[in-house]
């Protein structure tokens, strides 16, 4: 199998790629995307921006960024990028406060930023351990409470408002050998969003997470080379998934089409959940077949 992965990730090829969605589906709507710099928040942010959607994109890297912003420009989108920690509430803060400060209305909120470095557990140090739970629980926890109170502040949703949060998470159901720490992370937020999916039901807020199996971004290229090798062995399609299949999972719950589903987890992995070996830090002698 070969990865293709900047191929995939590249902007026009997103930008060309075919959708089952119709073009106006976000006309008039705000979409903000975090990790939107790269990967599948950048193709989410994209698909959004191809529906009709303005965008809030952040991340940590400006350059990143600003790369996405201009390629939305040039296609005649709007786009608002702030520079943001989601670890950090006052850099949260500031984000939603330029967010409303630009368009004053927020629709949808997708909550991707995100990742972690392949170790076996037994390895973790505690800096370690807190660098993924900080990044993967913390900041989309602040990033989900945020938005609920902006839209809390906004006052009573009407019939036509989305107040969508989608959170991108992992597989959690199974063994996830060498990221024991981001699926605790991730079930962590699993577990929040099914709990707030009913706390904040009477704001009009709906609250759902897309779990990705393994796909094809740039964020792999972190993972040695001979897990790279055994990636076709994730699944039963033997493929990495695509940005632009995670992209269209993420739409459907925040669009219309989701207006019934809340604290769902919606898993989109090709089926590795029921048949495949990830061993992202590499396959110990004790599970070698020969
Ligand atoms: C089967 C079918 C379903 C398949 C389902 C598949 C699911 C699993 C596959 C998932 C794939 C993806 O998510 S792909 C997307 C991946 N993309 C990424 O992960 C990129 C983002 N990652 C990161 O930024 C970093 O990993 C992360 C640590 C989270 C960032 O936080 P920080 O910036 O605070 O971290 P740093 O300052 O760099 O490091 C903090 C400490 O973390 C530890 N640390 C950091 N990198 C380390 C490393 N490579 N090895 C060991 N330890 C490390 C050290 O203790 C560091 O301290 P010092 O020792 O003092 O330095
Ligand atoms: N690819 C895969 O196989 C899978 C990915 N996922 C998850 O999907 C999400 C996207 O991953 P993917 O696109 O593959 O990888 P990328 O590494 O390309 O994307 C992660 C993005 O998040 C941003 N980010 C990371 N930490 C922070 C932070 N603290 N604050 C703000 N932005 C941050 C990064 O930008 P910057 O560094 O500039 O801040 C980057 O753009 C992640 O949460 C990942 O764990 C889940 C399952 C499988």
């Not at 969605?21 to 709507?29: E, I, K, N, S, V």
């Not at 984000?95 to 004053?104: I, K, N, S």
């Not at 992995?269 to 599970?287: F, I, K, Q, S």
Request: a neutral charge; charged letters at 20%; one cysteine or more.
């Amino acid at each position: 199998m070969r990865l293709d992965i900047d191929a995939l990730n590249a902007p026009e090829a997103l930008w060309a790629a075919d959708t089952v969605y119709r073009a106006d589906l976000f006309r008039d709507r705000v979409a903000l995307v975090s990790g939107a710099g790269s990967g599948i928040g950048r193709a989410v942010a994209l698909l959004f921006a191809r529906l009709g959607a303005r965008l809030v994109i952040c991340g940590r890297t400006l350059e990143k960024l600003d790369a996405v912003a201009d390629f939305v420009r040039a296609k005649g989108g709007e786009v608002l990028a702030v520079p943001t920690n989601v670890r950090e509430p006052d850099q949260v803060e500031n984000l939603f406060a330029q967010a409303h400060a630009h368009y004053g209305r927020i629709d949808c909120v997708v909550n991707n930023a995100g990742g972690q470095f392949p170790q076996h557990a037994i390895d973790f140090t505690p800096k370690g351990w807190s660098a993924v739970i900080h990044n993967n629980l913390t900041g989309t926890w602040l990033m989900m409470q945020r938005a609920a109170r902006y839209w809390r502040d906004q006052g009573a949703a009407s019939a036509s408002m989305l107040r969508s949060i989608c959170n991108i998470v992992v597989v959690t159901e199974r063994g996830m050998p060498g990221v024991a720490h981001t699926v605790a992370a991730r079930a962590g937020i699993i577990g929040a969003s099914r709990t707030v999916a009913v706390e904040w039901a009477p704001l009009g807020i709906r609250v759902n997470c897309v779990a990705p199996g393994l796909t094809a971004t740039e964020g792999l290229r972190v993972y040695p080379p001979a897990a790279q090798k055994e990636f076709p062995l994730a699944n039963p399609m033997k493929r990495p998934g695509t940005p632009m299949e995670i992209a269209e999972a993420v739409v459907y719950l925040s669009a219309p089409s989701g207006s019934f589903i809340t604290g769902e987890v919606l898993t989109v992995d090709g089926g590795g959940r029921l048949w495949g070996e990830l061993w992202t830090a590499g396959r110990p002698e004790y599970y070698q077949f020969s």
